[in-house]
């Protein structure tokens, strides 16, 4: 990652009692700093409703680095962070006036950026009282709005939502945010793909098989019952994280590397996308929900036992599905995605499946032959597998080779979390890594015709047990096209 220009910026966190705050954005500013990536002088002024004593929240906010940030915080450089952060109690919706209290703590800065994490019902609200309180458009510095995922909760709201937030402040300053977007092998895709000779040119229908976007937790819902009960995995990572990772892997080259031709490429990917019907949901896609069962060696409950979780709730905690990519690149060739929570392993991976060769079936000796894969590994490990066929030495029969490499080894390299990468490009306004409006409205039709879909379908959950690979029916839908799921694991 690049360092930014000498700025002086505040950073400014609505929510900034909240989860995403503590576990996410305070860890990944305080190792920006430490690496020395931002200006000396920043400040970090978390808004919240809740009364607060602003030392026994640092002390809070300390352990939170020391839980989830990838650098150790050495007391000093705790001190010297801790200094920057300002805590300002307000209710952002009713209280008008905290606005004022606000503006009085970045008189200081002309650069801000405003990170909204809280309910998309707010967004609007919060950004037009920026604005009303001269806080964004202003004349001299910058002033950014980073807008935390989900935006909006369907087609509908997000449209409207979009609407309402275009009318304050211009599609340049909204900084949308994906996370996946800043993780450092989600980065490296279009490097792999159009670095390298030996794949682009394979790249498409004609040598590939089929693709498989996989990302599976360990994890439940944890503290989020209320949220994720009305969002389910459908929304809370198909539409999203998902799509984004398959538009970057189906994309055409960009004419160059501007934010606007990557996203102008994405966005032809995202219309591309079959649309589902009544009858190809029901064939094409598997939807599940966790039941008790044993994770990491422990007992873990059901997802209706989960709290704030309706105990009769619908919501899918898994998906399996396939997906088609109508353009000529990729006609014919299915995206395979299973995504879910409390599965039996944490990871994210993309699998490129290479067709078989024809001349194969004449040889005897490899007609064993396993596919060539290209795996790009984003998490635990981030790296790069391969497999291909050779001989095995001494004698003719042929067998998988395989090359791994694991970035995430390298003892000179840290990499950095996904939300420090995220602050910096919005720092450095790099649009590139923020999804632009026209890709999330793709993305929330591309959910809708699965939600109109399933409208009444209702299936019998639980149906899957913790700790297991999912509904066997996921299996299924890959076995019928003779096809399976490939398993890092296991390669
Ligand atoms: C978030 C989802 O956007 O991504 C969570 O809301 C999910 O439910 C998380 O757990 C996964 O992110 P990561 O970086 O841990 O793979």
Redesign the pocket.
Known sequence: MENIPNNEFAFVVFGGTGDLTKRKLIPALFSLMKEERLSDKFSVVLVGRRDKDLNDYKKELLECVKTYSRCNAKNDEWELFSEKIVYCKFDFIDEDNGYDKLANILSFYENRIFYLAVAPEFFESIIRRLKEHKLIERKTGFQRIMIE?PFGYSLESARKLNEDITKIIPEKKIFRVD??LGKDMIQNILSIRFGNSIFEPLWNQNYIDNIQII?T?T?GVESRGAYYDNTGIIK??LQN?ILQMLALVAMEPPVNLEPESIRNEKVKVLNALRPFDKKSAMENIVRGQYDRGIVNGEEVLAYREEERVDKGSNTDTFIALKINVDNFRWAGVPFYIKAGKRLDRKG?EIIIQFKRLPGINFYSSLKNSKPDLLVIRV?PEEGLFFQINAKRPGSDIIEPVKMDYCQSCRIDYNSPE?YERIILEAIRNNSAIFTRWDELEYSWSFEKSIRDSFEGVIEKYPNYASGSNGPSKATELLKREGRIWWDRDKL
């Open positions: 995922k996370h996946y990302s937790e994890i809370d990572m994280h994210t998490q996904a």
